[in-house]
């Protein structure tokens, strides 16, 4: 038996991780349990086991109930149960009446300190190699989405220029180092100069470069496509769970 809610991605399913969240006053407290059956009474889950916090589970509390996706995480509301038999003691959640997507990965943008070095390509001639004429900049990220990232940078660049980025943490993800972009915006703050850029896919380098410039871009360039992009999305959605469960965010 599966239970299905119009906004979740799939159904429930037997031996899926459940967060649970009771709150109490000003303390909230974490549990996490798995699900191990479905019967006309509730979902059966395993025994909740404490995760951190200072509210404590308690018979027929209302509980909030997380589920992480690949696509997302979702929440629902239910109330929770302990049924005690001559046999053994069972916990129960009744059943949800709506579900609510907690965010939406491809939209998902976290805080990251991570290196960086850049190279604009922009005022430069671009029919030979680049590797013979980039100047590269290091610089930091300050945060990072599957679209695009805001770093550090000089007060050289502007709206769009084209950049390359070597990116360190990418190799460690199974992504290519070294990838184009796109300048979109510049603005100060008080920690420096700022500028938000776009990844640059592979079938849109073609409307950003004439094709003797394509050819003299790094291979790495052309390997950033969709499926590099939503591997990137991903990482950057466990890394939000991560933190999330650490209380960063």
């Known amino acids: 038996m599966q239970v ?77 149960r302990r049924v005690t038999t001559h046999a053994k003691t069972i916990y129960l959640l009744t059943f949800p009446v709506d579900a609510r997507r907690l965010q939406r ?39 990072i989405s599957g679209g695009g990232m805001l770093i550090k940078a000089d007060e050289n660049l502007a709206p769009r220029d084209l950049l390359l980025v070597k990116i360190d943490f990418f190799p460690e993800i199974g992504l290519p180092d070294t990838i184009a972009a796109i300048c979109r915006r510049t603005f100060r703050q008080e920690n420096g100069f700022l500028v938000g850029i776009e990844f640059l896919l592979s079938q849109r380098l073609g409307h950003y470069f004439k094709k003797g410039e394509f050819k003299n871009l790094p291979q790495s360039v052309r390997d950033f496509d969709p499926t590099a992009q ?6 950057i959605f466990h890394q939000q769970i991560e933190l999330r469960k650490k209380g960063l965010l």
Not at 230 to 235: A, E, G, I, Q, R
């Open 105 to 143: 990965r491809r939209f998902v943008r976290i805080d990251i300190y991570k290196r960086v070095s850049y190279a604009n390509l922009t005022r430069h001639k671009r029919e030979h190699n680049v590797g013979d004429w980039v100047t590269w900049q290091e610089s930091s990220i300050v945060n």
């Open 230 to 235: 939503n591997k990137l999305v991903v990482y």
């Open 4 to 80: 299905s809610l119009l906004q979740l991605s799939q159904p429930l399913k037997l031996w899926e991780k459940l967060e649970i969240v009771v709150n109490e006053g000003d303390e909230t407290g974490r549990y996490l349990a798995r699900i191990e059956d479905f019967s006309e009474e509730g979902i059966v889950i395993s025994r909740p086991e404490f995760v951190r916090g200072g509210a404590l589970l308690r018979q027929n509390r209302d509980v909030i109930v997380e589920v992480t996706r690949e696509d997302a995480a979702y929440q629902f509301y239910s109330c929770i």
